[in-house]
């Protein structure tokens, strides 16, 4: 790779100071999900690439937020991995970036730097009563199920009959579908122990999964939509005349969402065939999707502290397809419920003051990746874009990141030709600080611990909710 | 397939690829090979890559698509992110529509995330999910642009 550098160099006229500077480059990269192992991953075929993560343990949504149930899409970890293990990787866990280090000090060690560090914030729906007991936004409650520390402690409340969902993405497809599952079917996950004992408990037998638009506009896809309708023990809810008109649309619209349409309608409207109809009298639970509703209000029981129900304004539709618009027709309904969870979108927040922001759109400002006014200073993933997108999404978008990079080191744009110390900069000063980073051999101990627990209950793993026990596990 | 030749024969018809099959027996290996592109009578595969370069690789009857990609080290960036488990549609290739029609049936799982893929065309599939066949030889898949999933909310204002 010194060759290929050199030769590299050649080529595009920039005369190299030594045949080995481009492996002389070092590039850090904030953040170490998916995002940040992407990204690393491209940048590492020509430079020295370190990834700090605020977790010990790395990779981010793919741990935290993909359902349990899901484990072929956790798949790309081995990608990762591959990643960690190269030569000119680093993995630096337990760091935080904008109070163990800033943002400025890692731009004066680095050449580049790259902030992948996603969506850890909530879009809250700012009506009154969201603060009752029993609102969840959904990446709280999917945290709290898949083992994100900060939602160790969430235990949610699941002693009512009705959950209501609001948004129709795939997390909340996910959120009805953990809350509905057999216990015996999630108790072969790597969901954690203690939220399989609450959901064991659960007398939660209803969903109801709201969304503002209409069956047209669902933002979730055919597979999560799929296993709602084969759930074992449990029947569609669902109200037909919400599906008016649909049929004579079909006819035009793109074969994904035909496809999806028709596997609604299917279920919503066609009897069912003798033996489908005999499994859903059968079955003890049941859930439904509502179209045109916002949420007005959270109201609260007699307690006046937990939630009892839920106000709605009833929209109509103006315009068509994915540009159209909900508009409230003035009319209002209530929904009796136990539970509420928000999932209406992730969101981006600042880490650091030295970084420019977006507020509105809770992005870093950017093109191409590039942060605008920040020479040296690079987004990727949801930080990038917004939280939109599916990891290989977000694998492009990293790819894309990662060579405007080379780019801009290959060009002269940024001062590539001196020296930077890299890590061997920012370690002295996380050691002054009592910052103690963990290696990706030391997550590999903690990662065999999980997995030798699991063993122990049938489970792929059992992961460790608590920052203080992964970090005396590697140390073991 | 002398058998099925001559049944083919008897009822009005010949199989051709029974009678390539009967004169152009498959060598029996002495051993056990290793590599896969080695076992039994390699098929040929032509891929299009997002550059327009025709690279050609050579897989063994059963071996999908995917497979064939990961054993002949061809460099695909995001190719089979989920490992073909039909999680993803990293694998998504195009085909002509007479290789297509070649490629046997569809099921709603792979239609389900083969609905993901960008620039899905009406002869596409996933690779994981094709297996190559004799019949097979000297097929052309093309890599398409990999842009999104479609899995992102075109969010219109909040």
Known sequence: SEVEGWIWGRRLGVITRSASSAAHQKVCVVGGGPAGFYTAQHLLKDVQVDIYERLPVPFGLVRFGVAPDHPEVKNVISTFTQTAHHARCCYYGNVNVGTDVSVEELREAYHAVVLSYGAEGNRSMGVPGEDLEGVYPAKDFVGWYNGLPSNRELNPGLDCETAVILGQGNVALDVARILLSPIDELKKTDITQRSLDALAQSQVRRVLIVGRRGPLQIAGTIKELREMVNLPDTKPEMVASEFEGMAEALKVIPRPRKRLTELMLKTAVDPPAEKERQRRQAASRSWGLRFLRSPLEVLAGPDGARVAGIRLAVNRLEGTGDGSVAVPTGEVETMDCGLVITSIGYKSLPIDPAVPFDPRKAIVPNSLGRVQQAAGLYCSGWLKTGPVGVIATTMNNSFDTAHSVVEDLTSGCLDATSAKPGSTGIGPLLDKRGVKPVSFSDWEKINQEERRRGAAQGKPREKLLDVEEMLKTWTV | ?158
């Open chain 2, 1 to 158: 397939p002398c058998v099925k030749l001559l049944y083919s024969w008897k009822h009005g018809y010949l199989n051709t690829a029974l009678l390539w099959d009967c004169l152009h027996p498959p060598p029996q290996p002495a051993f056990a090979e290793q590599h896969p592109s080695r076992r039994g009578n390699p098929v040929t595969v032509h891929f299009v890559n997002r550059d327009g370069e025709k690279i050609t690789a050579k897989g063994s009857p059963g071996d999908s698509l995917l497979d064939l990609v990961i054993n002949e080290d061809l460099d695909f960036d995001g190719f089979g992110a989920c490992e073909g488990t039909l999680a993803c549609s990293t694998c998504h290739l195009v085909f002509s529509e007479e290789v297509y029609e070649k490629l046997g049936p569809v099921t709603d799982e792979e239609m389900d995330m083969l609905d993901l893929a960008y620039g899905l065309t009406d002869t596409s599939r996933l690779g994981c999910q094709v297996c190559l066949t004799r019949a097979l030889e000297g097929m052309e898949a093309r890599v398409p642009e990999s842009v999104a999933d479609i899995r992102q909310t075109q969010d219109s204002s909040s």
